[in-house]
């Protein structure tokens, strides 16, 4: 059996490589991943040109506010708000432009202005410095109204927001989010509504909190602390952006050798379960949406619909039997390896003899169809589980970027690099062990 190469992240590694994969960034036009009249297929590829420097943007933003209750039927300006709010804020990833939102709230200097405007600024800054265009040529948002709550001049509401685009990197595919949870809340005493605060459960704005809650970048007014955290944040990812370079070029010039199992993955099979449950659930498992997360439990689902066993032998387990946590070598309940993002990590790199035979740790760019890409916070902390969909590649047939699938928040066919995080763990899966 031959050795894994493993790569490991460290800025200060792989510079070298920095440049060739920056000629690649400047030379390369791209290519997706698309089947007429159906989902796109992995092993399909169409020639798309590149984004002509300094092209206008022209992206079509779309923002629908709907299941509007009767308690807002007086106040269409809330409902406008809200509308107004959410289409500059995607306008602004759409073109990969800074619009100022501190307009739309009652105290622009404030701090919940300042947190709007400056995760904007993160998610643009991040995106222009990816080597792919992640512009949008369509953006088409709907905002689902879950509750509405009035107390005095103050205006609660809660809604489930889904988003529909397409990014100049991969024209042709549709990608599809949902399940993002975001609230509004506005003073309404002067006629005309304000905000006074802006919630939305995603991978950026959880990131914010967690800089401002290091101390390390307070600073005396909230706009200073702002750009301060805004600073710190780019100046990581660009770190990270550079790494990924480098290991493209690494992929490129010399590939991964990997091990061999007994028995192959369908990577098909798997490709086909995740498109089909990335934007619902499988009723023949529990679902831990409201639980702490589905991502996992969806990523091991579409590796076992790919032919990889469950595994109750030996010291490292996976398996799903019910909802009841059982670590144990029983055919009963759920393994934590197969629910957390973690201990997946932990099973698919440690485990030996029967089940899943896995490149843990392995170079992102080697990843296919059916693989699994593990995000962590900027803090380090292990958060989410994504599957590989297959790869966007340049003309030169060179990889460029990963397109996903993912459950908590629900993604279809979504760049790698549209993703707000800042380092990953590449899991090949190779198949499985008698």
């Known amino acids: 059996m031959k050795k894994v190469r493993r790569v ?60 509007i209750p009767s308690s807002l039927s007086s106040r269409r300006d809330v409902v406008e708000l809200m509308v107004s709010f ?88 549709l990608s599809e989010t949902q399940k993002i949870d975001v609230t509004f809340k506005a003073d309404i005493s002067e006629g005309q509504a304000k905000l006074t605060a802006y919630e939305r459960v995603d991978e950026v704005f959880i990131t914010v909190d967690i800089l401002r809650k290091s101390g390390k970048y307070e600073r005396q007014t909230a706009a200073a602390t702002m750009e301060a955290l805004r600073e710190g944040f780019l100046s990581t990812a660009g770190s990270y ?67 990889i066993p469950m595994d109750t032998a030996g010291n490292s387990r996976w398996k799903y039997f019910s909802r009841p946590l059982d670590n144990s070598a029983s055919a009963y309940g759920r393994t934590s390896s197969w629910t957390l993002v973690s201990a997946f990590h932990r099973y698919s790199a440690q485990n030996t003899g029967y089940g899943m035979v896995a490149a843990a740790d392995t170079n992102i760019y080697s990843l296919e169809a059916g693989d699994i890409i593990i995000c962590k916070r900027i803090n380090g902390e292990y958060t989410h589980i994504i599957v590989c969909a297959g790869p966007i590649y340049d003309k030169a047939g060179n990889v460029a970027d990963l397109l996903t699938f993912s459950n908590t928040i629900d993604r279809r066919y979504y760049p790698l690099s549209a993703y707000g995080y800042c380092n990953y763990i590449a899991i090949k899966i190779l198949g499985w062990n008698n």
Not at 247 to 256: K, Y
Not at 267 to 280: C, Q, T, V
């Open 86 to 173: 959410t289409e500059d804020y995607y306008r602004g990833i759409a073109e990969l432009t800074e619009k100022d939102l501190t307009g739309y709230f009652l105290d622009p200097a404030g701090i919940e202005a300042q947190r709007s405007r400056c995760v904007l600024e993160m998610v643009v800054g991040m995106r222009k410095m990816q080597r792919v265009d992640l512009k949008m040529r369509f953006c088409e948002c709907y905002l689902y109204i879950k509750s509405v709550s009035i107390r005095g001049n103050i205006c609660v509401i809660t809604a489930e927001e889904t988003m529909n685009c397409r990014f100049n990197c991969c024209k042709d595919i």
């Open 8 to 67: 490991k992240y460290s800025p200060g590694r792989d510079l070298l490589f920095v440049f060739l994969a920056a000629v690649i960034m400047i030379t390369s036009g791209y290519i997706a991943i698309k089947k007429e009249g159906s989902e796109p297929e992995a092993s399909e590829l169409i020639n798309l040109p590149a984004m002509v420097p300094g092209e206008k943007p022209t992206a079509k933003v779309e923002v629908f506010a709907k299941d």
């Open 241 to 307: 952006i550079n790494y990924l370079n480098g290991q493209l070029a690494l992929f490129i010039a010399e590939g991964v050798d990997n091990p061999v199992a007994d028995n192959p993955y369908n990577r098909e099979a798997a490709l086909s379960y995740a498109a089909e449950y990335a934007l619902s659930r499988n009723p023949q498992y529990a679902d831990y949406s409201l639980g702490g997360g589905n991502c996992a439990n969806f990523g091991s689902q579409s590796v076992h619909a790919g032919g």
